[in-house]
T-cell receptor, first 112, second 114 residues
Framework: AQSVTQLDSQVPVFEEAPVELRCNYS??????LFWYVQYPNQGLQLLLK??????LVKGINGFEAEFNKSQTSFHLRKPSVHISDTAEYFC??????????FGTGTRLLVSP | NAGVTQTPKFQVLKTGQSMTLQCAQD?????MYWYRQDPGMGLRLIYY???????DKGEVPNGYNVSRLNKREFSLRLESAAPSQTSVYFC?????????????FGDGTRLSIL
């Protein structure tokens, strides 16, 4: 079975600073990896996904993530955050016959 | 651009009452899912429907039933609500039930059980 660990429950950052949200996964099969964003009182929206190919994946709103198979990680990065990036971010993994498994989420708090 | 629509958006129930949460998608997707979201626990799969006419249990199915009414609609029923079922419920859909398919989510139903 797969599992996902998001070690940081909350990440405070100042506007225009860079940010990295960490995600590590565990799986015995080849995986597909996703990052979703949830704005207050809304559902989850897909930011980006890794299915195969290039390990650097670019998503919406200037976010990108890098798949690192040896470290079983899929960290999310943005070089310069905006106030509007304040939200909760979920990493998720699937593969084989396993359904999508979500991490516990990281709340990104961007201050002026 | 409706996507996935959930009704109601908010509901308060008393312990023991029953309720059906409704979900409809207009993307012609084959697969649909119900999740619950609790603080510090991420999203957990309750039930899913790989295609019209089929349903299967997810990680936390106890206390819930589902119906795939047609290709568009997938409902979640609480027969006898319990305080432990206080949560935010999300419906999602995907083109197919393959692990490389991203899921599209509704805005959720916030359910409180007293």
């Amino acid at each position: 079975a797969q599992s996902v660990t998001q070690l940081d429950s909350q990440v405070p950052v100042f506007e225009e600073a860079p940010v990295e949200l960490r995600c590590n996964y565990s799986s015995s099969v080849s995986v597909y990896l996703f990052w979703y964003v949830q704005y207050p009182n809304q559902g989850l929206q897909l930011l980006l996904k890794y299915l195969s190919g290039s390990t650097l994946v670019k998503g919406i709103n200037g976010f990108e993530a890098e798949f690192n198979k040896s470290q079983t990680s899929f960290h999310l990065r943005k070089p310069s955050v905006h106030i509007s990036d304040t939200a909760e971010y979920f990493c998720a993994v699937s593969g084989g016959f396993q359904k999508l498994v979500f991490g516990t989420g990281t709340r990104l708090l961007v201050s002026p | 651009n409706a996507g996935v629509t959930q009704t109601p958006k908010f509901q308060v129930l008393k312990t023991g009452q029953s309720m059906t949460l409704q979900c409809a998608q207009d993307m012609n997707h084959n697969s649909m899912y119900w999740y619950r979201q609790d603080p510090g626990m991420g999203l957990r799969l309750i039930y899913y429907s790989a295609s019209e006419g089929t349903t299967d249990k997810g990680e936390v199915p106890n206390g819930y039933n589902v119906s795939r009414l047609n290709k568009r609609e997938f409902s979640l029923r609480l027969e006898s609500a319990a305080p432990s079922q206080t949560s935010v419920y999300f419906c999602a859909s995907s083109e197919e039930n393959y692990s490389n398919q991203p899921q599209h989510f509704g805005d959720g139903t916030r359910l409180s059980i007293l």
